[in-house]
């Protein structure tokens, strides 16, 4: 390779590597999301049980089996709400926050980079270099995180990843 393939080579793998990394924001922004979402449903659907079982509760206290089904839902609803903050959204959810909050610091790091290599004002050793700082960076970051756990791969959340990274880069000015 000759000096102007070797530079398009290394500004295109950067140009990947960006998109890569946008990606992976973006997903698992899709997947805090969810976490979200779920915690939220589970939160709700407590709350209406609960509620539900104390006014049944209230309005048929004389029939035994009722008084029983409804203590035994208002625990089950106080024993699931206590136990929430260890279910695995809830520590996805704080863990994904964390994450995507140091990758984005350096993606946009990575993006102004991005900047000087397509204006012609990076030489080749330079981004090699950078790309590999880039790249090892993203590695620790993300050795810190989900160290117990692993995200599903959920297809409606990859599809809405990509879509989002494309419209993205689409836009880049």
Not at 84 to 106: A, N, Q
Request: proline share 2%; net charge negative.
């Amino acid at each position: 390779m000759d000096t102007t393939d070797d530079e398009f080579y290394y500004q295109k793998s950067f140009w990947k590597k960006l998109q890569q990394l946008k990606f992976d924001i973006i997903y698992l922004n899709q997947h805090f999301k969810r976490c979200v979402t779920i915690l939220r449903a589970i939160k709700y659907a407590m709350v209406v049980l609960t509620a539900l079982s104390v006014a049944a509760l209230t309005a048929w206290f004389s029939i035994e089996w009722v008084r029983f089904l409804c203590l035994f839902a208002s625990i089950i609803c106080q024993v699931i709400s206590a136990l929430s903050e260890y279910f695995p959204f809830e520590t996805r959810k704080s863990e994904i926050r964390e994450m995507v909050g140091k990758l984005d610091v350096m993606y946009n790091e990575a993006e102004s980079f991005w900047r000087e290599i397509a204006n012609g004002e990076i030489p080749i050793c330079d981004i090699r270099t950078q790309m590999a700082v880039f790249m090892k960076r993203e590695q620790e970051i993300q050795s810190n995180y989900l160290k117990n756990d692993v995200l599903p791969e959920i297809e409606k959340i990859v599809t809405i990843a990509t879509n989002k990274t494309i419209d993205y880069f689409e836009n880049l000015i």
